[in-house]
Structure formats: C-alpha cells, structure tokens
C-alpha cells in the first residue's frame, strides 16, 4: 500500500517555529500575545492580518508580513521544530510493510533536505516530493502525487491542502490533529478519518 505523508503539522511540530517568527517579525516594543493564544488562532484559521490588526494596530502589516514570510523557512527558525513524539519509531515500523512517501510544499528545498537529514528520517520514504511552485496547495500537492497513486493509497496531513487533494484523486483521507488545524476546522473538511497524530495511523490502518 502506498501511503502519502505530508510533512509540517504532519511528522513534524512547527508551532513553536511559527510563534517565534511572529515575535521576531513583530520586532517592537509592543506587547506580544503568547503562545498559546496565537496558535490558537492559527489552528482556527484566523488570518495573520486579522491577528495584528486586533493586537498590533500600530503595526505596518505589509512590513510584518513580509519579514515573517522571509523568516518562515529560515534554519535559524527551523530548529524550533520538533518531530511528533513516537513518529520516527512510527516510519520505521510500517516502512517495510508499506510503500511511504513524503510530499510538502516547502520553497527552500535546500533548507528542507537538510532538516531531514538532522530528523534522521529521509531513509524510511521511497520518495520524497516537494512542489516549491506557485498556486494553490492542493493543486501542488496534486501535482506531487497523481503520478504516483493508485485508489487504495491513503494521504495523511494537517490541512485542507492534504484532504482535498486526496478527495480529488480519490484516495482514502487521514487528518491529523497535531498541525495547523483544529477538528472543528478538520471536520469540515469531511476526511475518512481523523487521528491525534500520526503514530495512530499504524492502529487505525488494522482496522480498516
């Protein structure tokens, strides 16, 4: 069986990376909202926008979105991101009974390659796919997967991207609550499943 990970929200924690970019794109006195006030909003879907114009009216939005998009893929923020507790034990598990692949949309592809390489998990996937192009997420990811699939594959992911390309494409779903989305959010989505996180995926898949 081939089975489709995505890889930030997924295999991977990036909250703390996502906090940290907006302290640093902030970069004024102004008091910052923590941590778990500014996730939250994320996993809501909350725009960035609405966020500083509620709590940093006085902050220049086209200034702090561009910093914080420069900074998103940067290796100094990038070791703010942990993987998901058990995932590796998870990869290597399943490696030799399934058919793994890795699919995200990271721009730096350097940056990207080098962060697995650090995680210790490159080896565990047949491929690794990575569409750094512009345009909608769910058509990159799409693009990264339809040469690969067949209609028993499952994708598992954290947004919308990950759900409705596989809708699209007609392979089973699997939303994971560890990323950027919350279950309100994900339950909209209408996905075959929704776990935690990844390391139920094994469970779940002996079950179906």
């Known amino acids: 069986m081939k089975i489709f990970f995505d890889f930030d929200g997924t295999l991977i924690d990036v909250s703390e990376r996502y906090y940290q970019i907006y302290c640093a794109a902030i970069n004024t006195n102004s008091c910052l909202i923590p941590f778990e006030i500014y996730w939250n909003y994320k996993r809501e879907r909350v725009a960035e ?7 940093h009216p006085e902050i220049n939005y086209n200034g702090y979105e561009k910093k914080r998009i420069s900074l998103i893929e940067d290796p100094a923020f990038l070791k703010y ?15 030799n009974i399934h058919d793994l692949y890795l699919v995200t949309l990271r721009n730096n592809s350097k940056s990207f390659h080098k962060q697995l390489n650090t995680l210790k998990i490159e080896s565990f996937f047949t491929n690794i796919e990575n569409n750094s192009s512009n345009g909608k997420s769910w058509e990159r990811k799409i693009k990264l997967i339809q040469h690969l699939y067949d209609r028993s594959s499952w994708i598992i992911g954290d947004t919308e991207a990950d759900v409705k390309a596989g809708q699209i494409l007609g392979m089973r779903t699997c939303a994971v609550l560890s990323g950027i989305r919350n279950k ?5 989505l209408k996905p075959n499943y929704i776990i935690s996180t990844v390391i139920e995926f094994p469970e779940l898949l002996e079950k179906v």
């Open 184 to 188: 309100d959010k994900l339950k909209e």
């Open 81 to 95: 991101d942990k993987l998901i507790h058990g995932a590796r034990d998870m990869l290597d598990n399943i490696k």
């Open 49 to 55: 926008e609405k966020i500083i114009q509620k709590h």
